[in-house]
């Protein structure tokens, strides 16, 4: 059971244009919500993470949008480059439990085109 | 800059051998994870440990996996025997709090 659902595996934006990635979650015990993002032959980077107290958190380009009620979060990157072509996980976390643990999704490929 | 590190980067192997992974993770982090990346899964999370101790191996095959924390610099993921449907790239990520950091990978192939 995918507690954590990348629902399109890939996405194909032009250079300059918006990328809007999706994520829906299922289990509302979930608090706390992270992006990394993954080159090939590498391991996945951290990008950004959201609290469930806050709606919305902004860092550069990248900005993750959160619906509690709807379970779906959002990863926009504005202006979209060519290096931002990569797989990108969303990752959920229950933080009472104290564990760190996270449940990620399957990951959309983001392919930017010059 | 500190990083998770992973060995071997590549393995190959035939069925039935075993297979031993190492990771050494950030100094100071207190939670090691071992995942496994596949085209349907995504990252599935294998086992993980808090200050050395096994919190949660629920998601490996019991009868051939085992994970393994002799110190705090080493954790191990040991398949054996190996099987083809455990070919898949393998990570290991460390961290403090609900923020992961992740090593290369293993790239393991089971012929």
């Known amino acids: 059971d995918q507690q954590v659902k990348q629902n399109s595996p890939s996405l194909s934006v032009q250079e300059g244009r918006i990328s809007i990635l999706n994520c829906d979650y299922t289990n509302s015990m979930f608090d706390y919500f992270l992006w990394y993002k993954k080159y090939p032959a590498e391991g996945p980077t951290f990008l950004i993470s959201?609290?469930?107290?806050?709606d919305k958190n902004e860092d550069g380009r990248f900005t993750v949008f959160l619906n509690k009620s709807a379970k779906h979060l959002s990863l926009h990157i504005v202006p979209s480059q060519p290096g931002d072509s990569a797989v990108y996980f969303c990752?959920?976390?229950?933080?009472?439990?104290?564990?760190?643990?996270?449940?990620f999704g399957q990951g959309t490929t983001l392919q930017v085109k010059p | 800059d500190a990083r998770v590190t992973q060995t071997p980067r590549h393995k190959v192997t035939e069925m039935g051998q075993e297979v031993t992974m190492r990771c050494q993770p950030i100094l100071g982090h207190n939670t090691v994870f071992w995942y496994r990346q596949t085209m349907m899964q995504g990252l599935e999370l294998l086992a993980y440990?808090?200050?050395?101790?096994?919190?949660?191996d629920s998601g490996m095959p019991k009868d051939r996996f085992s994970a393994e924390m002799p110190d705090a610099t080493l954790a191990t993921l040991k398949i054996q025997p190996s099987e083809p449907r455990d070919s898949a790239v393998y990570f290991c990520a460390s961290g403090l709090a609900f923020k992961q950091y992740f090593g290369p990978g293993t790239r393991l192939t089971v012929t």
């Open positions: 959201i609290s469930s107290i806050k």
């Open positions: 440990f808090r200050n050395r101790a096994p919190l949660d």
């Open positions: 990752a959920a976390s229950a933080t009472g439990g104290n564990t760190g643990k996270l449940i």
